[in-house]
Every structure is written in C-alpha cells, then in structure tokens.
C-alpha cells in the first residue's frame, strides 16, 4: 500500500478536529435567540403618537387604524416570543403610522393652497371693482 494512504495528513487531522467545533457553532447560531424587537416597537409607538398629534386620526383614518392594528398584532407576537415576526409587523406598524401623517400634511397643505387660491381670486375681484369704478 502507498505510504500516503497509512497515515493521515496534518490538514485532515485538523480538519477532524475542526468539524464539530464549527458543526456546534453552526447549531448555537441557528438555535440562538432572537432579542425582543423593543426599538422596533418604540419606534412605531412614537410614529403613531406623531400621527396622533398632526391629526391623522380624522385626515387618514385607514392607515391610522392600520397602523395601530399592526403595532397590536407586533405586541401579540412579541408576547407569544416570535420575535421576527413581532419586528416585521412593528416596521410595518411604523411605515403606516408615517404614511398616515404624511397624507395628513399633504391634505392640510392642499386645504392651505385652496384658501390661498380663494383669497387671491377675492383680492382680483375686488381690484376689478376699484379699477372699474374710477373709470
């Protein structure tokens, strides 16, 4: 026989050796917790009280409710310790809680523009009037 196949190598000695090590490193990290997605939540917390605060409860109603659903449903999940899940819905909770408050800046910025427009029509009417009675 050769005398290669007698002995083993160095590489395949370490790598005997170096197999269950990374095969336990492998499954501590797959069956690691995941932490509780606490920022996650206080994030959305803060985006609706921000939504609340501008008014979005009577401006955008739908994704007001929405994000108030999914921040409940974030909690329920944290609470039953599926923690990716909790997260997802927090980050979800938030997008809709900014997304109410930015229809409520964009419909309070056009209820704005229209009583510019008003006002500007009013003040042409009026200088139509004096421009027409001095002739």
Same mark, same amino acid.
């Given at each position: 026989?050769?005398?290669?196949?007698?002995?083993?190598?160095?590489?395949?000695?370490?790598?005997?050796?170096?197999?269950?090590?990374?095969?336990?490193?492998?499954?501590?990290?797959?069956?690691?917790?995941?932490?509780?997605?606490?920022?996650?939540?206080?994030?959305?917390?803060?985006?609706?009280?921000?939504?609340?605060?501008? $008014?979005?409860?009577?401006?955008?109603?739908? #994704?007001?409710?929405?994000?108030?659903?999914?921040?409940?449903?974030?909690?329920?999940?944290?609470? #039953?310790?599926?923690?990716?899940?909790?997260?997802?819905?927090? $980050?979800?909770?938030?997008?809709?809680?900014?997304?109410?408050?930015?229809?409520?800046?964009?419909?309070?910025?056009?209820?704005?523009?229209?009583?510019?427009?008003?006002?500007?029509?009013?003040?042409?009417?009026?200088?139509?009037?004096?421009?027409?009675?001095?002739?």
């Amino acid at each position: 026989m050769h005398p290669s196949f007698k002995r083993p190598t160095v590489a395949r000695r370490r790598l005997r050796c170096a197999l269950p090590v990374l095969f336990v490193l492998a499954a501590s990290a797959a069956f690691a917790k995941t932490p509780p997605p606490d920022t996650n939540l206080q994030a959305a917390q803060q985006a609706i009280a921000n939504a609340e605060r501008v $008014d979005a409860a009577s401006l955008a109603p739908v #994704e007001l409710g929405q994000a108030r659903a999914k921040l409940s449903a974030a909690e329920k999940a944290v609470a #039953e310790k599926e923690m990716i899940a909790g997260a997802q819905l927090a $980050d979800q909770a938030r997008a809709d809680a900014e997304l109410a408050a930015a229809r409520t800046g964009a419909a309070k910025a056009k209820a704005v523009n229209a009583d510019i427009k008003h006002s500007t029509a009013t003040l042409e009417e009026e200088m139509q009037r004096k421009t027409g009675e001095a002739k």
